[in-house]
């Protein structure tokens, strides 16, 4: 993967995993690594709405489509 891909992942994981802990040092990364200040906003509105959008199927449980493997059952 590319350096801009490789920051682009990081900042997805990170603003998922632990939206808290996001700092202006991880908005100076994104830029280190070429993307303006519109890119990073609209990488934040995309991984946002996906985060929303798949705590919501999960919270409903949401079909998979049948090529998707489930989740295990927590306790399984």
């Not at 992942?9 to 070429?34: F, H, I, N, Q």
């Amino acid at each position: 993967m590319s350096p801009a891909d490789l920051a682009l992942c990081g900042y997805a994981e990170k603003l998922t995993l632990t939206p808290s802990k996001m700092r202006e040092s991880d908005v100076v990364t994104m830029r280190t690594a070429g993307f303006s200040d519109v890119a990073i906003h609209d990488a934040v509105q995309v991984i946002g709405y996906f985060n929303y959008i798949n705590r919501i199927a999960d919270a409903i449980h949401v079909d998979l489509e049948p090529e998707m493997t489930p989740y295990p059952e927590a306790g399984a």
